[in-house]
Each structure stands twice: as structure tokens, then as C-alpha cells.
């Protein structure tokens, strides 16, 4: 059978059954090779670059999306979800544009921009102005997808291509308050069978990454999919990405200490506030001696003699502000705490231990009420979901020693790696392997 017979006999089975338990493993091995039929078109063809971007994705079957298919950002990467009753109508081209739709949105940004759209303009207003600044780019999309022609007609505005989702929102927004139409909907079906623009990126709600490990996420994913060739514009992007990050954790780290202020420290440049006339009494001026805390998990994977050069950088960057660091070592609880003045107070690391816990160090802090100090964190990133105490200390770096995602929902802070770690490049036959691995996969 073609594809056309296959989505034809998926579909009839579909409104046979009456709840997504009648599934059946056989409907679900045939639904996905269908995709699979999309992806392999889309890997031998000009779209290759979204071939290699969604092999790397993780997929599920979602009965309830109002959408064909709807992308979740997790710590892991990417997981997309398909609703066979919206996907299996289309023809082989629509679904792959649906997959180029979802890409866009995720090299675009959007996760982020949509988070600060949301107290200004509606969910709706937000969801075309999304979808009209990327369909531009898209061939061979469904009727149902919005297109920048079809809502200026259907607004009655007169938007321009080369406009900002934030610019398209608000003017949507301004008709869609004057005509105030609101549509309720029966949300009791067991299956979503139409498409709802108004929800169709509902479920990025479930993401609770930071905004640090979305973009993170993007960028690594973008950079093992590109293989030389990709639409003029994710390539601009995509190329930027490759460039050496200029926020390395040293310029991250001068730059608190440079604004980090501790209290007070006497001057004889300044009257005393209180009592200006008498000349006798020195004023006062911010101390700007920052107190550093480096904590060190000593599961990750650093070596002694790059743990030696950390901390001579630290120790550099602190030379001119008389710094007082503090050397705190964890694993599953804090092993050993030092203080360091000099590259002779360097101790070699302690041996391996347990498991990984971000939360002894800032059970520390708290316990000794260090608000005032900067935390930089030397981890392979992989610990807790949680802290088990909120931040109380004035600022905290993350350096990720590994290619590993920080694991932790919330950060409270900077997240950056080691410069070895970013010089890590693809080879030309990644995309070949994780196509053989993704067949496998589908084949088991």
C-alpha cells in the first residue's frame, strides 16, 4: 500500500474504536511507520536538516492535542506529540510541513517569546502570530494552517512579512478585542477530532525548564542537525550558535565581582552623611570585596590538574579586590571545606564518592546566613529535579563540566560550560548513525 492507503485504513480504524485503551499495538506499529515514510523523505531531500532534527526527538500518541503535532521541550530534548485524527487527513507533504512548522517554531524561539506574550495579548492572538511569522517559510502546509494573506483578510489588518510575532500579536489582539467573540467549547469528547488554533500550544505549558536550558537544548540539538545545508534563515542561526560563546564562565564571574557589594569601608573622600560639616569624621563607601564560595562536585568529570587551573584563574580574577574564596567539595553531602588565598592552598580533589546533591552547598549558605557570597558550581550537571531550600546568596554561576543538561527545574542562577566541553564538535557520519539507530529502534 502507499501512504495514501495506509492513512486511509489508519483513519478508518480510528472512528471505529471508541477510547484510546482499543488501540492496538498493530495500529500504533503502522501509524508510526507512516511518519517514519515523512522523515526518511524529509532526510533525502533539500529538508534534510529537519530530518536529522526530529530523529532526535522522542514521539508519543496524544488523542487530546488540538493540534497535528505539538512539541515539548524536556531536560532530555524534545518530545512531539501526534494525534492520528488531525495527522492521518493530510497527505505525506502537509505532514512533513507540519514537522518543518514545529522546527521553526523551536529555532524561532518561541517557547521563550510566548512566555513574555502571555499577560499582554490572548492565547489565540499570541498562536497566529506565531504560526503567520514562520508559515512564510513553509511550502505545502494544510488549509487549516494560518497563512499572513488569509488574517489579513480575515482581521481585516494589513500586516507585512518582515514584522515581530510581539508586532503581529498586538495587532490581532486589537480586533479580537473589538469584536469580542468568544467561542465555548464541549472539552468532555474522549478524543480530539478538529483543530483548535486557540490551544494548539497548550502542552508547552508542561515544559518547566528554565529559559537558560531551552535555549540549550536549542542550540545542541540545531547544531548535531545541521550537516552543511539548511534554509537560509535557521542557517544564519544555526551558525551564530557554532560561534565561540562570549559569555564563558570567567567573563560571567568578573562580571559579579565588579557589582558585588559587601557592605561598608571608611573614606576620607566623602563627608559623613549624618553629620556633613564635621570634616573629622570620615563618610563611607560600598566595599567592594567580593566573597567567593567554589563548590566542587567531586562525581563530575574534571580532572586535578583542570581543577588546579580553575581555581588560579579565580584566584586571578580576585587579586586586585583582595577576594576571600571559600572551597566547599560535595558529592551526596559536603566532604571537605577550605579556605584559599594561594595557589599553594590548592588541595588535590578527593576521590570519588555517591551520588549527586546540589542542595548540602546551599543548605550551608543558609544555615550560615552567607547572603552576601557568589556560588560558582563545577558539576556534570546530572542531580536532583529540586533544591530542597531556596537560594538565599547573592548570585550563583553553573559550569557544566560534561555535555550534560543541568538537571535541576530551576537554576536560580547562570548556567555555562567549560570551554572544552563547547569546542565539541559532530562528525559527518552522526546523522547517518542516529538514522540507523532510529530504524532499529522502529524495526524492534
Not at 64 to 84: A, D, Q, R
Request: positive net charge; glycine residues 2%.
Amino acid at each position: 500500500m502507499n501512504y495514501e492507503e495506509k492513512s486511509k485504513w489508519l483513519l478508518k480504524k480510528c472512528y471505529e474504536m471508541e477510547s484510546p485503551k482499543e488501540f492496538t499495538e498493530e495500529f500504533v506499529r503502522r501509524f508510526w511507520s507512516i511518519i517514519e515514510e515523512v522523515n526518511i523523505s524529509l532526510l533525502s531531500g533539500e529538508d534534510n536538516f529537519f530530518g536529522q532534527f526530529i530523529i532526535q526527538a522522542k514521539r508519543k500518541i496524544d488523542f487530546k492535542i488540538t493540534w497535528p503535532i505539538s512539541t515539548v521541550p524536556t531536560s532530555e530534548g524534545y518530545l512531539m506529540y501526534y494525534n492520528p485524527f488531525l495527522i492521518l487527513p493530510l497527505t505525506s507533504k502537509e505532514v512533513g510541513a507540519l514537522i518543518k512548522h514545529e522546527i521553526y517554531h523551536i529555532i524561532f524561539n518561541h517557547y521563550e517569546r510566548e512566555r513574555s506574550l502571555k499577560n499582554k495579548v490572548s492565547s489565540l492572538a499570541i498562536n497566529i502570530a506565531m504560526d503567520i511569522s514562520i508559515n512564510q517559510y513553509i511550502k505545502n502546509l494544510p488549509l487549516f494552517a494560518k497563512k499572513l494573506d488569509a488574517v489579513n483578510l480575515e482581521y481585516n489588518l494589513q500586516l507585512n512579512e518582515d514584522m515581530t510575532i510581539e508586532q503581529y500579536a498586538t495587532e490581532i489582539q486589537k480586533v479580537i478585542n473589538i469584536r469580542k467573540n468568544n467561542v465555548v467549547k464541549n472539552n468532555n469528547d474522549v478524543f480530539d477530532k478538529e483543530v483548535d488554533l486557540e490551544k494548539a500550544h497548550d502542552s508547552w505549558e508542561q515544559s518547566t525548564l528554565s529559559l537558560d536550558n531551552l535555549k540549550d537544548i536549542n542550540k545542541r540539538t540545531s547544531i548535531s542537525a545541521y550537516k552543511g545545508k539548511a534554509p537560509k534563515d535557521i542557517e544564519k542561526m544555526i551558525l551564530a550558535y557554532s560561534e565561540k560563546e562570549e559569555i564563558v564562565w570567567q567573563k560571567l564571574l568578573r562580571n559579579v565581582i565588579n557589582s558585588s557589594r559587601v557592605g561598608y569601608k571608611k573614606t576620607i573622600t566623602r563627608k559623613d552623611r549624618r553629620q556633613p560639616d564635621r570634616l573629622d569624621i570620615r563618610g563611607k563607601l560600598p566595599n567592594s570585596i567580593p566573597k567567593i564560595i567554589v563548590a566542587i562536585d567531586i562525581s563530575a568529570s574534571m580532572s586535578d590538574s583542570e581543577v588546579k587551573s580553575i581555581m588560579k584563574e579565580i584566584l586571578s580574577l580576585c587579586k586586585n579586590k583582595l577576594g576571600i574564596i571559600q572551597v566547599i567539595e560535595c558529592d551526596k553531602e559536603i566532604r571537605r571545606i577550605y579556605q584559599l588565598n594561594t595557589i599553594k592552598d590548592i588541595k588535590p580533589r578527593l576521590d570519588k564518592h555517591g551520588a549527586t546533591c546540589f542542595s548540602p552547598v546551599f543548605e550551608y549558605i543558609k544555615e550560615n546566613n552567607l547572603r552576601n557570597e557568589v556560588v560558582i558550581y563545577f558539576t556534570d550537571g546530572v542531580g536532583e529535579e529540586k533544591l530542597r531550600v531556596k537560594p538565599i546568596n547573592y548570585r550563583t554561576i553553573w559550569v557544566l563540566t560534561s555535555d550534560e543538561q543541568l538537571s535541576l527545574e530551576t537554576s536560580y542562577g547562570a548556567v555555562t560550560r567549560l570551554e572544552r566541553v563547547q569546542k565539541e564538535k559532530y562528525d559527518n557520519t552522526y546523522g547517518l548513525q542516529a538514522l540507523r539507530e532510529a530504524i532499529h529502534d522502529w524495526a524492534r
